[in-house]
């Protein structure tokens, strides 16, 4: 008996260290970055860092604000396209589709999640581009090469998708089945029961959706660095290029090393994009906790 | 029986992926009464009663065959208008489901979205139907309230508000006391009694108590049929049927 109890605590203490352990990982890396930023930081100030746009390491010249603004560019136009699509595409899916429908389509939107990001990376250099390039920017402005902040917003569109689809779905199922029935039974339509009851439902679920995938969409960097353009400006429009964080990153760091600071400021980007994907955590969960307060109310 | 029929229920057949869920059911159900439908559990009483108002339509795998008549209409006819046959029927289920939303806004659904926009009318509508149900002096100062912050009895009596405020003829309703206390389930008890002037009401119960409390006509289902279809005490005490006798008795359940 003894033996017993003995083993079921020395389990459950075991379990808490454990689950202490990779959740300090998330404090050792905060620690960690901010150690290797320590030298750009003794030399530039937070307020130069990150609101200067001129980027020439050799000159010893770190401004983030270009790369800050290529990343909310690209993330922000990846959620304005997938939000809706997803929203009717996971309506589709729980509500419409027929059950024959709904047993091949589910595995397909999964499968979309499995395919690696190089893979989005080549479709968006060989299709998006050129289409942006030929067929959308023509109409608006008078060149563009394609490479562009859009382009990486749809190719970031469509890896994203999959996550907030299955997200929204799950989220529908859990609405019981009697709750819609008594909208139906009061004379509404399909339509009106989704709009009135099951989405304002769903509502705390669908934000809950679109924080994980933004949060996701901030750190994607291949196949963004690939149909982004690269470029160290702030984009103004959607058809100029961008440089997101991650993909400053991974183009640079382990090259030119030799330049000073330059280790440092790669860190200080790492570090950048870890502050904004927390602070960014932080601020959704206190809106959802209220939006949830709000509708039990 | 010598009232009219108020829903008319001609050879429907119900089957679901492949089992014959409802068999050939031939029944006419008065007007202005209170009607129970009794059976074991699994013998399809709810289903019987969801095809009332076409509830069963967005069940998978189902196939119904056959016509329910209400007010001489055909709601399974291919031109018959669902939003519009539903509007007729109010539909309480086993557990009270309010809407995400205020208590006045649970009552003001539905006229809301058959087009009822001043909010005078509103106004007036929402509280009738609060104190035909008995909610009135207990929510009037929390209107804006959320409805899941009342009790189960009080959301349950709220649902049925909910139903009334739409103008219905006919109340379904699914055993609508099971979730609840037995001074709710009283109240809502005198509710049907005292509804059944200007409603027909229909209901599900397992409870043959409550079935005899509440209830005029009694309807024996069992096994997908229709066994017995009488006034309640002579169901309940003279059943003419033996499997009737049966399950009064509570041999089969």
Known sequence: ?297 | MTQTPHISVQHLNVHIADQHILKDINIHIPDKSVISIIGPSGCGKTTLLKSFNRLLDNTPDIKITGNVLVDKENIYAPDAEVTHIRKKMGLLSQRPYPLPMSIYDNVAYGPRIHGIRKKAELDELVETQLKATGLWNEVKDRLNASATRLSIGQQQRLCLARGLAVGPEIILGDESTSALDPVSTAIIEDLFISLKEKYTIVLVTHILRQARRVSDYIIFVYMGKIIEFGPTEEVLLNPKEELTKEYVKGYIS
């Open chain 1, 1 to 297: 008996m003894n033996i017993r109890l003995l083993k079921d605590k020395l389990l459950s203490k075991l379990m808490l260290v454990l689950t202490l352990a990779s959740v300090s990982l998330l404090l050792v890396i905060g620690i960690g970055l901010y150690y290797k930023s320590i030298p750009i930081l003794q030399k530039l100030s937070w307020g130069t860092l990150l609101t200067t746009s001129v980027w020439k390491p050799l000159k010893g010249l770190f401004g983030f604000f270009p790369f800050i603004m290529g990343t909310l560019w690209v993330t922000g136009i990846a959620i304005i396209i997938a939000l809706p699509l997803c929203l009717l595409t996971a309506l589709y899916i729980v509500e419409y589709a027929p059950a024959r429908i709904k047993r091949i389509l589910t595995p397909f939107v999964n499968l979309l999640s499995g395919i690696p990001p190089v893979i989005f990376g080549v479709w968006g250099v060989l299709f998006i581009i050129p289409l942006i390039q030929d067929h959308i920017a023509p109409h608006f402005v008078e060149f563009s090469t394609g490479y562009s902040v859009l382009a990486g917003g749809i190719v970031l569109a469509v890896m994203i998708f999959p996550l907030i689809v299955s997200i929204i779905s799950e989220v529908l199922r859990t609405i019981p089945q009697e709750l819609k029935d008594a909208s139906l039974s009061l004379g509404a339509t399909k339509w009106e029961t989704i709009k009135k009851v099951v989405l304002r439902k769903a509502l705390p679920g669908i934000v809950a959706a679109t924080v994980l995938a933004i949060s996701r969409a901030f750190g994607e960097t291949i196949a963004v660095l690939m149909v982004c353009g690269n470029n160290a400006a702030v984009p103004h429009s959607v058809f100029d290029p961008g440089y997101p964080l991650p993909a400053l990153i991974a183009n640079n760091y382990g090259e030119m090393l030799s330049i000073p600071m330059y280790d440092s400021a790669l860190m200080f980007a790492a570090l950048l994009l870890f502050i904004i994907i927390l602070l960014f955590n932080i601020i959704s969960r206190v809106i959802l906790a209220r939006l949830e307060r709000k509708l039990a109310a």
